[in-house]
């Protein structure tokens, strides 16, 4: 099945500065990746995501990178507040019906003022 | 639009125990998902429902875990009998559809912590 190995476990960046974290994917068959993020105690929120039909996408500070044929895909914070500052996680899917999303194992992020 | 609620919010149970989780998915969601998020770890699917017929079971521990979704909305999981090992967050998530398409983004929910001693 599939496995999703996301590296670093842990990153501090000063406040401004950018913020990279990176995933990799075993199932060439997956087309959709999410990135979640986790506040302490709370819900993980989707904060982006990418579908294997485009190899970029940007929302304001935040961007999400896709190789397909390197099987790995990146999030990248630019200009990071300390409200940045959470577990991040990735996810793979394929896509079909039944859509199932396996995560990777976060990234703790810590944004210093 | 309102959000995925899940309750209790917390639980502590002693081992062999029993315990039930609830989950509301957001109104008009055909997709519910249980996941299990040990401590330092991302989630793990647990079951996934499309309407009332399951999709999904393949790491839900049957001998003691067990789910459903009478009607297509509402859903519970439970555990028993509890072990140790079953101390995590049991997140409930729900998408518009399973198909693929975009409607595919899961929402979670708050969450419920269990502590199992």
């Known amino acids: 099945g599939e496995n999703v190995e996301q590296h670093p476990s842990t990153l501090s960046v000063q406040e401004g500065d950018s913020a990279v974290i990176k995933c990799t994917y075993s199932d060439s068959a997956s087309n959709y990746f999410p990135w979640y993020k986790q506040e302490l105690g709370k819900r993980p929120q989707l904060i982006i995501d990418?579908?294997?039909?485009?190899g970029e996408k940007k929302d304001q500070r935040i961007a999400v990178t896709l190789n397909k044929t390197a099987k790995h895909f990146s999030l990248h914070i630019t200009e990071t507040q300390p409200e940045d500052s959470a577990v991040y996680f990735c996810?793979?899917?394929?896509?079909?019906?039944?859509?199932?999303?396996?995560f990777g194992a976060g990234t703790i992020l810590r944004v210093k003022s | 639009e309102a959000g995925v609620a899940q309750s209790p919010r917390y639980k502590i149970i002693e081992k062999r125990q029993s315990v039930a989780f609830w989950c509301n998915p957001i109104s008009g969601h055909a997709t519910l998902y249980w996941y299990q998020q040990i401590l330092g770890q991302g989630p793990k699917l647990l079951i996934q429902f499309q309407n009332n017929g399951v999709v999904d079971d393949s790491q839900l521990p049957k001998d003691r875990f067990s789910a459903e979704r009478l009607k297509g909305v509402d859903s519970t999981l439970k555990i028993q009998p509890a072990k140790l090992e079953d101390s995590a967050v049991y997140l409930c998530?729900?998408?518009?559809?399973?198909?693929?398409?975009?409607?595919?983004?899961?929402?979670f929910g708050p969450g419920t912590r269990l502590l199992v001693l």
């Open positions: 990418i579908r294997s039909n485009v």
């Open positions: 998530a729900s998408s518009l559809d399973g198909g693929g398409g975009p409607q595919e983004t899961q929402y």
């Open positions: 996810a793979a899917s394929k896509g079909l019906y039944g859509n199932k999303l396996v």
